[in-house]
């Protein structure tokens, strides 16, 4: 697959996407040392480690503003005559003609969503069928360059159409499990404290939503990110809302990487065709994480996709104080030490533009998109970060959302793609 990487912050996968993709969000780019993770006492702003692809000059620090993206505000009624608004059910606004249709059938009719998903994918299909024939049957000289522009136009308006679609289903299967997603994230006005994380937990209907074996590993994730503030459920932090936004968005990767491998060992599990390494109770984690399994020549991509500190430690690669003492034992992590550096590489990957920019969106729209100053050094400023007070339970929340809504796009990307083909190959 021809593509750039994109390295999220210490607790993602590693991004792949192709060479055309979108511009990158803040929360994928800002520079910091170390993966994130809370000590004892939560001494702020936590630093992430993450590497950066954009080249800034050295001479002088450079500023850039970024712009806010709207939210979007639905109207959800519990009666036909009812027009009040209740509060909004994601966070991003759908602008689209496809997307502002699909979330008036989210809000009013969510039972005829599947119906109307299939129609408005069979229209993007005639859709570029049609180019397609006129692009064989195209003029030359300026009628040539003409129509391609025209052409482009309409393939970008189909791009956006498919993003909107994808994110509508994302946000059903919430709707479906009875899961609120979280609001943009502001201070809240009936909180005196000022906090943050007024929503519910909803840990329970979460935890149902993935297998026994898969959130063994989200926990282990969590673990990573918390530390010993874990079982923490009232102490309330200090935090950069910038990143908070660089876990959550690395949290989404996190998901989107565990669907696929948990979709493959169930299918081996179900077949009886499993690893013995993965299939036998009394294997030994401890030994396999010993063990050096740096496959040769893979180079800097095996060291790209090992950026996640579980995965460095299913590689044998843990550095003096790092997270692996903090993972625990399970069947699904021994199953995915099985993998060679080329297999974990490619399920580190986002498959689709589309994907890549949901990701982006909907973490800009929860967070919001932050002023960046990048210092003569090449790194960001942090002196300048908006800090917003939540506890550690509404940071547990989020993680918990973040992890799902990237299982979830897994789901909708392969639904979507068998009835209108867009994922690379």
Known sequence: MDAATAT?????????????SVTRSAFLTANGPHFLRFAAKPRLPFPIKH????????????????GSRRCMVVRASSSPDSAEPTGPIAPLQMESPTGKFLSQILISHPHLMPAAVEKQLEQLQTDRDAEQKKEELSASGTDLVLYRRIAEVKANERKRALED?????????????????????????????????TWP???????????????????????????????????????????????YAASVMYG????????????????????????????????????????????????????????????????????????????????????DGETLQRYATIRSKEAVSIIEKHTEALFGRPEIVITPQGTVDSSKDELIKISFAGLKRLVLEAVTFGSFLWDVESFVDLRYHFVMN
């Open 201 to 247: 937990s909803q840990e329970d209907k979460l935890e149902q939503l993935h297998s026994s074996e898969a959130y063994e590993m989200i926990q282990n994730h969590l673990a990573l990110i918390l530390g010993n503030r874990l079982g923490d459920s009232t102490s309330v932090a200090q935090i950069s809302k910038l990143r908070v936004g660089q876990v």
């Open 165 to 197: 679609i994808l994110y509508a289903l994302v946000v059903q299967k919430f709707m479906d499990a009875n899961v609120s997603l979280v609001p943009a994230i502001t201070p809240s006005s009936t909180d005196p404290s000022g906090r943050v994380d």
């Open 51 to 66: 590497y950066s692809s954009v080249s800034y000059s050295k001479s002088r620090n450079r500023r850039m503003t970024l």
């Open 256 to 339: 989107y990487f565990l669907k696929q491998v948990d979709q493959r060992f169930q299918l081996e599990k179900t077949m009886k065709i499993l690893p013995n390494a993965s299939d036998g109770e009394e294997s030994s984690i401890e030994q396999a994480v010993g063990e050096d399994m740096r496959p040769a020549g893979l180079g800097d991509s095996y060291q790209a996709v090992s950026s996640h500190p579980e995965v460095s430690s299913w590689s044998g690669g843990i550095s003096p104080g790092g997270f692996g003492h903090e993972i625990k034992p399970s069947r699904l992590r021994t199953y995915v030490m099985s993998f």
């Open 8 to 20: 999220l912050v210490g607790s993602s996968m590693t991004l792949h996407r192709p060479s055309s």
